[in-house]
């Protein structure tokens, strides 16, 4: 089954904008909670039981690096907050709670993660693979999904709605800001400032172009061995406009990429929160 992406984009931008206007939607049914634990950022995504976006809220953090929880007591604390803020915002309390994990994590990385979810005061009702839950907001069953992240580009291929390979490589985000710093002579802090500013993309874009690059071959080299028609882009890391067409150029297949990237894991973490 193919993604259909004009859906998929409607959605994820209502969400988007329930996030920047601090507001909720009207639902039907229970309330479930998907927690992504990012290495640039924490987001909460709360959806209703036909998956429908109901209300989100994100944080810059640290607290983990590349699905390793570096700051136990910070993430306990910065989930805690956006689920104080949730709540007040609908009138509810926020019981069951959903979070991800990238490929090829190790088991005891899975269940800090799963610790601090519960630790904020969540139920914990599943824990999913990123590419998982990526695939399970574009609809799709078969085909690569790629989530940039901060620190690593983590590749799934999946058949039949199963996920029959991953890899993780170190490449991401905090790669560009470091090369942008190195570039401009600035400190990463105000590196990652501009990169994160749309209205500097054309000073951005060209300085990281090679980290884009890299992140096409660490994907490349997995599809030799699994090829596929379509690659899915997913992860803060990628929401230049020029990102895909570099992957296009250089994988030479299509190469889709969803209106807010960064918001795709989160949403489907919050569609995997099942009983």
């Not at 998929?8 to 009207?26: G, M, T, V, W």
């Not at 987001?43 to 989100?56: S, Y």
């Not at 997995?222 to 994988?251: H, I, M, R, W």
Request: net charge negative.
């Amino acid at each position: 089954m193919g993604c259909d992406i004009i859906q998929c984009n409607e959605k994820l931008l209502e969400f988007e904008q329930l996030i920047e206007n601090r507001e909720k939607k009207h639902w039907k049914g229970t309330l479930r909670t998907g927690v992504d634990l990012g290495t640039a950022n924490i987001v909460l995504a709360v959806v209703d039981e036909e998956n429908q976006p109901v209300a989100g809220a994100t944080f810059p953090s640290t607290v983990v690096r590349d699905g390793i929880v570096v700051d136990y007591v910070g993430a306990v604390q910065a989930v805690t907050k956006l689920k104080d803020q949730l709540e007040e915002l609908l009138g509810e309390t926020l019981d069951a709670g959903a979070c991800a994990i990238p490929p090829g994590i190790l088991s005891g990385n899975v269940k800090a993660i799963g610790n601090v979810v519960e630790s904020a005061g969540f139920r914990l009702t599943e824990i999913v693979d990123e590419p998982t839950a990526a695939a399970a907001v574009l609809g799709i069953t078969d085909g690569a999904v790629v989530d940039v992240g901060g620190g690593t580009t983590g590749i799934s291929i999946l058949e039949n709605g199963k996920v029959i390979y991953t890899s993780d490589e170190p490449t991401g985000g905090t790669h560009m800001t470091l090369v942008l710093a190195g570039f401009y002579g600035c400190s990463t802090q105000d590196a990652e400032i501009m990169k994160r500013d749309p209205s500097q993309e054309s000073n951005v874009f060209p300085v990281v172009k090679p980290v884009v690059e890299k992140m096409a071959a660490i994907v490349k080299r997995s599809l030799e061995k699994y090829p596929v028609d379509t690659v899915y882009v997913v992860g803060g890391a990628c929401c230049f406009t020029q990102f895909e067409a570099v992957f296009e150029k250089y994988l030479g297949i299509s190469v889709v990429k969803p209106a807010a990237p960064l918001l795709v894991t989160p949403l489907g973490i919050a569609m995997n929160c099942t009983e």
